[in-house]
């Protein structure tokens, strides 16, 4: 019910609200003005308060944000959505996965990859945990991307060596289900991954391109990239949802990506999201 208490929200609710009450009060006033007499002559006050709150509640609940925030693109045809759930159950998606510009997999003490986080999620789930299986398909992924340099040892105690650019995308998986390995965040020697708006922004058309040339236009499903380990405090969730929309619906208007792109939000953190606000940034795009 936080909702209710949002600016947005209250401005919906009392629209609504007056909009019912208008409505009642009309159809009181005909009624009278047809049959000469009123409907209740004699409790005036409780059919005024009946219709008062009947008004509020019938406001409160047309007001009420959907169980998910959508929109269905006319150009190109793609519905775009904002729903609760795990990434990992949407078996009928390809998958974008973040991760930083060394590609580490090493969740051994989370010390260097966070077991809980979504890559984390992607090695046990996807891989069952095999990380040698998950080098090797980077690995191959990743042979002959331009741009990659080796640090030392020294400057990076734990973990890969070979740092590849910002925004460099890893296709792993097959023509039915691609996961796009994304690297929006640098990896610094205290292990701390961090990244920008200007890098989110990079990585992001990335991995639109990316779907483009290997998705065949299938569904698309994303966690809300640069949230949680990610060590980016510019934006918090909800500002990270509206730039990863903009990103999508700017790069849509040139060419079609997918006919559907589902941004998977867990329950918990989306029961906090403005969900009507968001509603009205997708709406503008």
């Known amino acids: 019910m936080r909702w209710a208490v949002t600016r947005r929200g209250l401005r919906a609710w009392a629209t609504h609200g007056f909009a019912a009450f208008g409505a009642l009060a009309l159809l009181l006033q005909s009624y009278q003005a047809i049959w000469n007499r009123s409907l209740f002559p ?53 998958l974008v996965v973040g991760f930083t510009d060394v590609f580490d997999t090493d969740v051994t003490d989370d010390r260097i990859i ?19 299986a998950l080098d090797t398909q980077l690995s191959a992924a990743l042979d002959g991307v331009p741009g990659a340099v080796t640090v030392r040892r020294e400057d990076k105690p734990l973990g890969k060596l070979s740092r590849y650019p910002i925004g460099t995308v890893a296709v792993l998986g097959n023509p039915r289900r691609s ?28 991995v639109w391109a990316a779907a483009h040339r290997h998705g065949q236009q299938g569904r698309l499903a994303m966690p809300v990239i640069g949230a949680g380990l990610a ?7 909800q500002g ?3 730039l990863i929309l903009l990103s999508f ?3 849509s208007r040139q060419r079609l990506i997918t006919t559907r792109l589902s941004i998977v939000v867990p329950p918990q953190e989306f029961d906090d999201l403005d969900r009507l606000e968001l509603q009205a940034y997708l709406d503008s795009l």
Request: charged share 20%; proline share 4%.
């Open 42 to 94: 004699s409790h005036s006050l409780a059919v005024a308060a009946a219709t008062a709150a009947g008004s509020l509640l019938y406001g409160l609940v047309r007001a009420r944000p959907g169980r998910a925030v959508t929109r269905d693109l006319r150009y190109p045809r793609c519905r775009v959505e904002i729903v609760p759930g795990d990434l990992f159950d949407e078996q009928d998606a390809h």
């Open 114 to 132: 966070n077991a809980r986080s979504v890559q984390g999620q992607f090695l046990h789930r996807v891989h069952g945990g095999d990380v040698a």
């Open 179 to 206: 996961y796009f390995c994304v690297a929006y965040s640098t990896m610094t020697p205290a292990l701390v991954a961090q990244s920008s708006g200007d890098e989110l922004w990079l990585s992001l058309s990335r």
């Open 231 to 237: 060590r980016f405090d510019a934006l918090d969730r």
């Open 249 to 251: 619906v700017a790069a």
């Open 240 to 242: 990270l949802i509206q």
